[in-house]
C-alpha cells in the first residue's frame, strides 16, 4: 500500500528546515506541509505545559491539511511534547530526539556525550533519557546556549563575538572530556564550523536532521504509508503563524534554497 | 473624584517591571495588576498584526480584572498597538513611546538623538514619528539591537562579550553625532553603565520608565481617576502566560525588589 497524502512538520520557526531539507533529500518523492510558529517563536525558553499546547494546537492545523504523518522538526517540542501528540492523534508521530540519540550512541567511543540546546531541551533531560534508554552506561553532559539562536538569527556567524558566546557555553561542557557532541537544536547546524573550531577534530558533531529523516522513511515503510512511486513530483506547502516575507528570507538558508510562497494563517482560529 | 481601581499594566515579559518600578516610587498609593506575555515573548521580532493582536487579547483580560487605565508598558506593543488599543478600549491608554520621545527632546541640545530598540520598534519609526510631532527640527536615528534582551536574559552583562555586543551596535549609530540616546525598549536600562561607556559622557541616555510614570500621574488627574490618598496600602498583582517562577526569579532584577506570588493565567481563553 501507499500513500499520497503529505507528511506534516512543524518547528517555532524557521530551524525545522534544515530537517525539511534532509527529507528532501531522502524522501523526494514525499509531499511536505511545514508550518513554523513564528507569532510564539521562541520555544526554548518556555514551560512543558505551554509548548505542549503550542504542539497540539498545530498537530490540529496539520490534520486538518490531511497529513499523514507529524514529524516534529523541533527540539524543544519533541522533548516535551511526544508523548502528548501521541495520544491525542492517530497518525505516526516522529521526533527529533530519539533519532538524535541514535546517531550520538553510533558516534561515540568513549561513551561520553555532550548535548547543547535550548534550556527547554536541557532541563527536560529528554537526551539524556533517550540516550540511556538505548545504553544505560552512557555518559551525558547537558549545556543550554541560549544566545546561540538569536546570534545565527542575527546572521552574526562570522563576527568574532560568535567565537566568543560560542567558547563561553562549550568550554566547561568541554572539560568533561566529551568525543561526541549532539546539536540539540535545529538552528545550530548553521554554526556547525564555528562550533568546530572550539571543540577541535576530537569531538564529531552530531546533526539530527540526517538521521531523523532516516527515521522518517523507516515509519512510512514500516506503516506502509510512502508516497506512490510513479507519483508526479512533490508538492511543497509552507504556512506560518506571522510575518511570512522574514520566514522566507531567513528560511533560504536554513533550507538551502529558495522557499516558495509562505502563507500566514491564525492560529487562534484552529482551536 | 478618586478611582481606588488598579492600574493595568503590560509587556511582553518581565522588561515592563522597570516601568512598574517608577510607577510604584512616583505614585506610592495606586494599585497595579501587570500582566507579562511569558508565553509569546518576545514581541520585538514580530508584525505590527500580531502585536495589536496580543495587545488587545491582553487588554481584554486586564479590563476583566477591572483596570482604570491600561499602561502599555513595552516598547513594541507602543510602537504597533496603541491607535487600536484606544480605538477598542474605553478606559485611558498610556504608551511608553510618547513619553520616552518628549524626555529625548528635553535632553537635546543638538537635536540630533539616537534610538535603540527592538526591530519592530524601530521599523516601525514610531520614536521618530513621536519626536517630530514635537518637534519636526529635530533629526533622529534608530538602530535595532536584536541580541541585547537575550544578552540580558541570560544574565550576561559583566562578560566582555556583552561590550562586543552593545559596541556591534553604537558603533555605526554614534557616527551621526548624537547628543542623546533613546533606550527604546524596556531591558535596556539594565544596561545603561556599558551603554554609557560606549557612548561616552557625551550622550545622555534616556530612559522612558521615569517620563511615562510621569504620563500616568498626569493622565490619572486630569481624568480624576486618582486614588483616594487615605487609601490603606496599594495592593500588587501579577500574572503571566507562561512559567511564572521563572518570572519571579528573573523580575527581581527588573523590579528592584522581590515580586508577590505570580500567577498564570491561559491566554487562549480570554477571547
Known amino acids: 500500500m ?45 514551560s512543558r505545559d505551554v509548548i505542549t499546547r503550542f504542539s497540539l494546537e498545530i498537530g490540529q492545523f496539520l490534520l486538518q491539511e490531511k497529513v499523514k504523518m507529524i514529524v516534529v522538526a523541533c527540539n524543544t517540542a519533541s522533548a516535551f511534547a511526544l508523548p502528548t501528540m501521541r495520544q ?48 544505560p552506561k552512557a555518559e551525558v553532559f547537558g549545556q543550554a546556549c541560549p544566545l546561540i539562536v538569536p546570534l545565527v538569527e542575527e546572521g552574526w556567524l562570522e563576527k568574532p563575538l560568535a567565537l566568543e558566546v560560542v567558547k563561553e557555553y562549550l568550554t566547561p561542557l568541554l572539560t568533561n572530556r566529551i568525543d561526541s557532541l549532539v546539536l540539540g537544536c ?37 506503516d506502509k504509508l510512502e508516497a506512490p512511486s510513479g507519483s508526479s513530483g512533490a508538492m511543497r506547502y509552507f504556512y506560518v503563524s506571522d510575518a511570512p516575507e522574514k520566514f522566507e528570507k531567513i528560511g533560504r538558508r536554513f533550507l538551502g534554497q529558495e522557499l516558495p510562497a509562505v502563507k500566514r494563517v491564525d492560529i487562534g482560529s484552529w482551536i
Chains 1, 2 share one sequence.
Do not use: C, W
Open 88 to 135: 491525542k492523534f492517530k497518525v505516526p508521530i516522529v521526533g527529533v530526539v530519539a533519532p538524535g540519540a541514535r546517531a550520538a550512541l553510533a558516534a561515540t567511543q568513549s561513551r561520553r556525550i555532550g548535548v547543547i540546546g535550548t534550556e527547554g531541551t536541557i532541563e527536560s533531560q529528554a537526551y539524556s533519557e533517550a540516550i540511556h534508554y538505548l545504553d
Open 186 to 222: 535545529t538552528h545550530y547546524p548553521l554554526l556547525k564550523n564555528l562550533l568546530g573550531q572550539v571543540t577541535g577534530p576530537g569531538v564529531k558533531l552530531i546533526d539530527s536532521a540526517e538521521e531523523t529523516a532516516r527515521a522518517v522513511g523507516q515509519k512510512l515503510r514500516e
Open 2 to 46: 501507499t500513500d499520497a497524502l503529505p507528511i506534516g512538520m512543524f518547528d517555532s520557526g524557521v530551524g525545522g528546515l534544515t530537517v525539511l531539507r534532509e527529507v528532501m533529500r531522502q524522501l523526494p518523492g514525499e509531499s511536505t506541509v511545514y508550518f513554523g510558529d513564528t507569532a510564539r517563536v521562541p520555544y526554548g525558553s518556555k
